[in-house]
């Protein structure tokens, strides 16, 4: 039977990468730890969406799965890759060597160094999912702003209460759930997002396309990528689920255009570009489209993970990695989570 804990009560609002890594490392170091995510699964941005299937099937059978948000993950530091590998190995994520190309007018490049890429399995909320597996992790739990205690510690209301409380939700939201602790909200002010509108686009049956995925340099700036999900290993047969995603600025400049106008123009804007670049007419009306609107999608600017012992509080994500300096990645996401579980360990372990 495992040791009751008698390290410090933790509550870490966001269960994407950061949360989970930082969650993990304060587990490990025997602090409590609570995990909540307003969202239906763990995974924040590494989402997927799957529809249709079995009933019981609780959608692995569905023939509409797309990664809607991230698209794959990439691990240069051996931390992450070591957790990656670990999954890997139980089934639950898959390095893709899918050929990727860059999609212009005039045709196209292939890719000139890719470096090693993963996805999970049977979509990509799988790496966060399964990562959390033994973390106490409530969903659809969404955290207003905490109150602090006189004699320190968060009330956290519906929650309880806890010793310290980390965010890692994106900035802006981090910002509002610790006004209490006003001097650290202030420090999240140096990050910002890049907003992306993503369309998962379904035909019944095979593409020939001649990548997995496409970078693309779009002249009009409508059109950033186009993602093969059947191309990744694990994922249905028999039809072609595509993500595509806008430019920053295009997403930007309409993210409050219907998303079912926003979904016909990134789909319109393939068609042409896979007629003009591949010679390839698309087939006409999709079996399965949707559209999904991430207002915080890629972080551009960066703040630093920080745990402020004085407010008992921190945050991360891909948004404040360790230094702040990040690329707006996943592995940012994670990096930034280790940095802060162990400035808490330092403080407080
Ligand atoms: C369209 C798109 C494409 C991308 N492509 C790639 C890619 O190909 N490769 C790559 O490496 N990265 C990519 N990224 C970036 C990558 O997804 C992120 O860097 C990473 O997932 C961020 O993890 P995180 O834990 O910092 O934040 P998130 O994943 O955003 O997790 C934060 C969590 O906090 C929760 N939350 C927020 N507020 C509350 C609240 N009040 N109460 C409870 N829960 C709350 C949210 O539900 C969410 O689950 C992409 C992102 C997007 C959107």
Not at 76 to 103: E, K, M, N, P, Y
Not at 261 to 273: E, M, Q, S, T, Y
Request: hydrophobic share 45%; net charge negative.
């Amino acid at each position: 039977m495992a040791e009751p804990r008698d390290g410090p009560s933790v509550l870490i609002v966001g269960a994407g990468l950061a949360g989970v890594a930082c969650g993990l490392a304060l587990d490990a170091a025997g602090f409590r730890v609570r995990l909540v995510d307003k969202g239906r699964a763990p995974g924040g941005r590494l989402a997927t969406s799957a529809t249709g299937g079995s009933p019981s099937g609780m959608g692995q059978d569905a023939p509409w799965r797309f990664d809607h948000g991230a698209q794959y993950v990439t691990a240069r530091d051996d931390d992450f890759r070591q957790a990656l590998d670990r999954l890997v190995a139980g089934g639950s994520a898959a390095r893709w060597d899918g050929r990727f190309l860059t999609l212009r007018p005039d045709g196209t490049a292939p890719e000139a160094d890719p470096p090693p890429r993963y996805v999970g399995v049977p979509g990509m909320t799988q790496i966060p999912g399964q990562l959390a597996f033994d973390l106490d992790l409530a969903l659809e739990a969404e955290m207003p702003p905490p109150d602090r205690m006189a004699d320190g510690g968060w009330d956290l209301g519906a929650y309880g209460a806890a010793d310290l409380f980390l965010v890692t939700a994106p900035a802006a939201q981090a910002r509002d759930l610790l006004a209490a602790a006003p001097d650290l909200a202030a420090r999240t002010d140096a990050a910002r997002f890049a907003p992306c509108i993503a369309a998962m686009v379904g035909f019944q049956g095979g593409i020939d396309l001649p990548a997995a995925g496409f970078f693309v340099e779009d002249p009009d700036g409508v059109l950033a990528w186009v993602g093969v999900n059947g191309g990744k290993p694990g994922r249905p047969s028999g039809t072609t689920c595509l993500t595509l995603h806008g430019t920053a600025e295009w997403s930007a400049a309409h993210l409050d255009t219907d998303k079912d106008v926003a979904k016909h123009a990134l789909l319109r804007r393939f068609r042409a570009l896979a007629g003009d670049a591949l010679g390839l007419d698309l087939p006409g009306t999709p079996a399965y489209f949707a559209a999904h609107r991430w207002r915080h999608a890629r972080a551009v600017s960066f703040a630093a993970a920080c745990f402020d012992e004085g407010a008992d509080a921190g945050f991360a994500g891909d948004w404040a990695p360790p230094d702040g300096r990040g690329a707006g990645r996943a592995e940012d996401a994670w990096r930034g989570g280790r940095a802060l579980a162990r400035a808490v360990i330092a403080a407080r372990g």
